[in-house]
């Protein structure tokens, strides 16, 4: 049990970074073409 609710606990933490990542490389990918396209 304890095995189980550890595996989870990494698992949940280590989706939630996933997640954070993709969105930050999402929202930097946007801020770049707005950046590029206000120096351009």
């Known amino acids: ?3 189980l609710l550890q595996n989870s606990f990494y698992s949940s ?3 939630s ?3 954070i990542l993709t969105e930050t490389a999402r ?3 946007v801020f ?3 950046a ?3 120096i351009a």
């Open 27 to 29: 929202v930097l990918k």
């Open 1 to 3: 049990m304890n095995l």
């Open 13 to 15: 933490v280590f989706f």
């Open 32 to 34: 770049w073409k707005t």
């Open 36 to 38: 590029g396209i206000r």
């Open 17 to 19: 970074n996933t997640f």
